[in-house]
């Protein structure tokens, strides 16, 4: 094929990949006019593969910085379009001609797609797909991407993002993650010597802190990457995942995040587990009719698939998670059938989940009793008679008042002790998310 008739070049960088590598190349089908790939030092069967599948192998040195090693790839690429994509990931399969009239259109200068980051989570839009200009180049040593080099383009030549059914689908998550952490360890604190008010980079340093059980640490990068962002003029989707990831670290310990979780839904009123984490702080609070709308919500969400894609979410908080919550919120406040109508649901969405299968034991063990009397001693305050619209949405239960409440639960599973049912409802989310 000669050069001129190159339209699409796929465009990736490896390293000891021979586990993933043949299937992401077989991915693409007959979609490239060209594969360009870029070794940084593989010792395994990497490069004789590539060649298999009739890429054209660089060997590049590895200078570690991601960027340059998927910059140097794009100059060697003789198409007038590239496609990125790296050898954990697949490309769901598309026809050739079902995107080709989309790159004769001048106006675009690049296409968002749809990564499936990893299993289990909601699909995010992706931008892998763009013009060969020299423009439109990787930034970042790590965690790299193409958004500055893209929005230059555009500022100085006009054009737009437009759009393809293209799906990316990443499994690299699968392995084993220890390596890796080690390896981005250095990559990020170089980085952030050069953008010290990355709080992209930030945020992904604390994750490394919290995998490698520095949780201090990651609390402190966490909340450095929050300061900067509480004084940023744009905000962006993705700077609420340091919210959510110090968020969730709290909650885990047990510690309150009602501040935090306040001004993180005020910042981002539309992020689904934001709501999902302020729904299980409400269960911790003993404020459960206050959770059950927000736990709805999230079941609607799902139902209707209209949550911002450019960031990703367990797709559970929609399904099963959302259900077992408000089976929790309902048992805690003595609704019992509710409470078993969505434990059923919760594991009609995944009937191997532990957590509901626990819990629908513990419900319909207590059905099977002939003595469940489930009620205070005090005579102002009476879960077992009071039905949920007679409650106030802000009642507060204390630990005292659900010790009374559901001390009369003795006997009906292997264990008597009252703490297995003073907090079910927050027990059932803790160990789940």
């Not at 994750?207 to 300061?227: D, G, S």
């Amino acid at each position: 094929m000669g050069i001129k008739n190159i339209i699409l070049s796929v465009c990736m960088i490896v390293k000891n990949e021979e586990e993933f590598l043949e299937k992401c190349l077989a991915s693409l089908g007959s979609l490239a006019d060209e594969v360009v790939i870029g070794d940084t030092g593989s010792m395994d069967k990497t490069p004789e593969i590539a060649r298999d599948w009739g890429a054209r192998v660089l060997n590049i040195p590895w200078t570690n910085n991601f960027a340059a090693a998927r910059n140097t790839v794009i100059d060697h690429a003789r198409g007038k379009w590239i496609l990125s994509i790296d050898a954990d990931e697949r490309i769901h399969p598309i026809s050739k001609t079902e995107i080709l009239p989309a790159f004769q259109d001048a106006s675009k200068m690049a296409f968002q797609s749809f990564l499936l980051p990893k299993k289990g989570l909601t699909p995010q839009h992706a931008i892998r797909i763009f013009r060969n200009d020299p423009r439109i180049r990787y930034r970042g040593i790590i965690h790299e991407n193409i958004i500055s080099g893209l929005n230059q383009a555009i500022s100085e030549s006009g054009g737009e993002i437009g759009k393809l059914p293209c799906v990316f689908n990443h499994f690299g998550y699968e392995r084993k993650r220890v390596k890796k952490h080690h390896r981005d360890f250095p990559l990020l604190l170089s980085d952030l010597k050069i953008n010290p008010e990355n709080t992209h980079i930030l945020r992904h340093l604390g994750l490394v802190y919290k995998h490698l059980n520095q949780i201090p640490q990651a609390e402190e990068t966490w909340r450095k990457a929050i300061n900067i962002i509480r004084l940023k003029e744009r905000i962006e989707p993705r700077d609420s995942l340091a919210y959510i990831d110090l968020i969730k670290c709290l909650q885990v310990q047990g510690k309150t995040t009602r501040l935090l979780l306040d001004e993180a839904i005020k910042t981002f009123p539309d992020n689904p587990v934001l709501f999902f984490l302020n729904g299980r702080e409400f269960i911790s609070e003993g404020r459960f009719l206050k959770a059950i709308p927000v736990f709805k919500r999230l079941v609607k969400w799902g139902e209707e698939e209209n949550y911002d894609r450019s960031i990703s979410y367990d797709a559970r908080i929609f399904a099963a998670h959302a259900l077992i919550s408000l089976a929790a919120c309902y048992f805690l406040i003595c609704d019992f059938s509710e409470s078993k109508l969505y434990c059923e649901k919760a594991l009609k969405c995944d009937p191997e989940n532990l957590n509901a299968k626990k819990f629908f034991d513990l419900l319909t063990s207590r059905e099977r009793l002939p003595h469940h009397n489930v009620f205070s001693r005090k005579k102002d305050f009476n879960l077992a008679r009071i039905r949920i619209r007679d409650l106030s949405p802000d009642r507060k239960i204390s630990p005292g008042e659900m010790k009374k409440i559901f001390g009369g639960f003795k006997g009906i599973h292997e264990t008597d002790s009252d703490e297995r049912y003073n907090n079910y409802g927050y027990r059932v989310l803790a160990g789940s998310y």
